[in-house]
Nanobody, 122 residues
Framework: QLVESGGGLVQAGGSLRLSCAAS????????RGWFRQAPGKEREFVAA????????YYADSVKGRFTISGDSARTTMYLQMNSLEPEDTAVYYC?????????????????WGQGTQVTVSS
């Protein structure tokens, strides 16, 4: 079970940090990722992270602005979002990557959280 938090309303250029906490140990995981879905649009990949090696990869639209990381207990994943733009407005979801490290396809992820709303005003 994954639970997201940290969303909110922020002005363009501002920052937010999202958290994705696991209620227990997650087995069979290649890593964990963030997706987002804006009204009327498909869910899109944002970033993914794995504790083994601390590796990460990002969507081009957020590279250089967002940073994904995980805590030492391997329970909580974070998404630090800087230089936010109105186009970043969406519900942000975290999920577990089950296969294909490097994948950006939602079908390679499961155990989705309920989402947290991020709204960036211009």
């Amino acid at each position: 079970q994954l639970v997201e938090s940290g969303g909110g309303l922020v002005q363009a250029g501002g920052s937010l940090r999202l958290s994705c906490a696991a209620s227990g140990r997650i087995l069979g995981s290649y890593g964990r990722g963030w997706f987002r879905q804006a009204p009327g649009k498909e869910r899109e990949f944002v970033a993914a992270f794995r504790w083994s090696g601390g590796d990460a990869y990002y969507a081009d639209s957020v590279k250089g602005r967002f940073t994904i990381s995980g805590d030492s207990a391997r329970t909580t994943m974070y998404l630090q979002m800087n230089s936010l733009e109105p186009e970043d407005t969406a519900v942000y979801y975290c999920a577990v990557l089950r296969r294909n490290w490097g994948s950006t396809k939602s079908t390679d992820f499961d155990s989705w959280g309920q989402g947290t709303q991020v709204t960036v005003s211009s």
